[in-house]
């Protein structure tokens, strides 16, 4: 391998290459930018497969320029490597198409005038993409997208590694992360910093259907979002809490969004509602704790078909927990099994709605009222939750394990949501456990997995 040093814009358009003409350097060689700010605005790179481009640092080196990379359908990769990608004022984003692309200690910034401004789009052929430890800010639209061609975006995969995404423009069809034409992404670790933008509508996370109008699925795991999350994405062991301005944290409108959330803090500490379905979605949450003041979980218009999954959740500090408030003629069906209702809740089970339900569940410990449409299933008591001050069930109380569902029933020894390990083994306990992984903080390495959860 042979390193070129690039000490100027016009050695930087040499060695990478630009659009219609292929760089002097080639696989599997280096450039290394010197430090310094250049400016090759003027062209549109595109780097040879299996070139490394790199600089001493993303705070040394700056490259101002729009980027097309397209690679040919080869899975030698390209790699991006500290320095950054300033795409201020220009017509254009950093784009990678049709290849194998690595990214590590990068910044890419805006704001850009057109196009979006990371964008891995799987046009001309799929696209697999890492990114690593990098920074994506300040947008003329959405920060990070996942597009393309419909025949090409499911064997595509972009996923960003302990990454900080913030700066989407304002408008609901901005976002920070966003799936379209079956380009799952994935992001593991890092931030989704959405405090900037006070609209009621606009998403941190949200998705665009792909081939047969089947919404595209992104993930995220270990992920602290400041924002919502919309159509299409599932979370797991997130902190997701409210910014200003925001109309809720989770919701869902489209008949395919299929979507879940495990062990994740769902935060929302001022009015307004934190999850809300408005259309004939299946979603489910499990060992979360959702937190609030007005609405918790609500229904809402023409939601008829919807299926809502509630396991092993804590409810707190909510006028109305699950407020139901869809249209007539719709039938919504949710399970409760294994949740505990604060006792500050005022009803836990709130009905506002002229459609129908069907419940299914059961074990759950009510702290507030529960209207009459719901139906006391197998184990539901309505009573305050026996915790103690850290919110663990005390022991023998009607939250301690042996209490909940036994179809549930997870091995010895399991965590809560807070990493403690449940009172009495071999039995569920009500309120949200962790069965996924077997010691705290241990988020990255799972013992066993589910649909859609980290590889």
């Known amino acids: 391998m042979t390193v070129y040093n690039a000490t100027s814009a016009a050695e930087i358009i040499t060695m990478v290459g630009i659009v219609g003409t292929p760089g002097s350097v080639v696989s599997p060689d280096t450039v290394l930018i010197d430090n310094g700010s250049f400016d090759t605005s003027a062209q549109v790179l595109l780097a040879n497969p299996g ?49 194998t692309y690595i990214g590590r200690r990068m910044k890419i910034s805006g704001p850009n005038t057109a196009g979006v401004l990371f964008h891995m789009r799987s046009q001309n052929g799929p696209v697999i993409s890492d990114w690593h430890d990098c920074i994506m800010q300040d947008a003329v639209g959405d920060v990070a997208d996942s597009s393309g061609a419909n025949e090409h975006g499911p064997a595509s995969l972009t996923q960003l590694h302990n990454c900080t995404l913030s700066g989407a423009a304002a408008g609901a069809g901005n976002q920070l992360f966003s799936a379209h034409n079956g380009h799952v992404m994935k992001m593991h670790g890092g931030t989704l910093d959405d405090s900037a933008r006070v609209g009621g ?11 047969g109008g089947i919404m595209t699925e992104s993930f995220l795991h270990g992920v602290t979002v400041f924002g919502g999350v919309r159509n299409g994405v599932s979370c797991y062991d997130c ?23 495990k062990r994740c803090i769902i935060d929302k500490t001022t009015t307004g509602y934190t999850c809300v379905v408005t259309g004939a979605a299946a979603m489910l949450f499990e060992s979360c704790w959702i937190k609030g003041t007005q609405r918790g979980i609500t229904s809402l218009l023409a939601c008829g078909g919807a299926a809502i999954t509630v396991r092993n959740c804590r409810f707190s500090g909510y006028t109305d927990a699950i407020h139901l408030d869809h249209n007539a003629a719709n039938d919504v069906a949710m399970e409760l099994t294994n949740n505990i209702f604060d006792s500050d809740i005022a009803e836990a089970i709130e009905d506002s709605t002229t459609g129908t339900m069907t419940w299914t569940g059961g074990h759950n410990v009510f702290g507030g009222t529960v209207d009459a449409i719901y139906t006391l299933q197998t184990g ?30 997870q091995g010895v020894g399991m965590l809560d949501l807070w990493g403690r390990r449940k009172l009495n083994a071999y039995a569920d306990c009500i309120g949200p456990i962790s069965p996924q992984y077997d010691r705290v903080g241990n988020t990255l390495h799972p013992v066993s997995r589910s649909a859609g959860e980290m590889t």
Do not use: M
Not at 52 to 71: D, E, F, M, P
Not at 201 to 211: M, R, S
């Open 239 to 261: 902190h997701l809490t409210f910014r200003t301005g925001a109309s809720s944290i989770v919701s869902s409108d489209d008949a395919t969004s299929d979507t879940e959330y």
């Open 51 to 99: 070139v490394t481009v790199k600089g001493n640092g993303l705070a040394l080196c700056t490259v101002l320029g729009i980027w097309a990379n397209n690679s040919g359908g080869s899975s030698d990769a390209v790699v991006f490597e500290d320095f950054t990608i300033d795409l201020t004022g220009l017509a254009g984003g950093f784009v990678c198409d049709n290849g």
């Open 380 to 409: 539901d008591v309505i009573e305050a939750p026996e915790l103690d001050a850290q919110g663990v069930p005390r022991k023998d109380g009607n939250c301690d394990a042996s209490r909940g569902d036994s179809s549930l029933r």
């Open 201 to 211: 509508t606009e998403k941190a996370a949200t998705n665009g259907t792909g081939a």
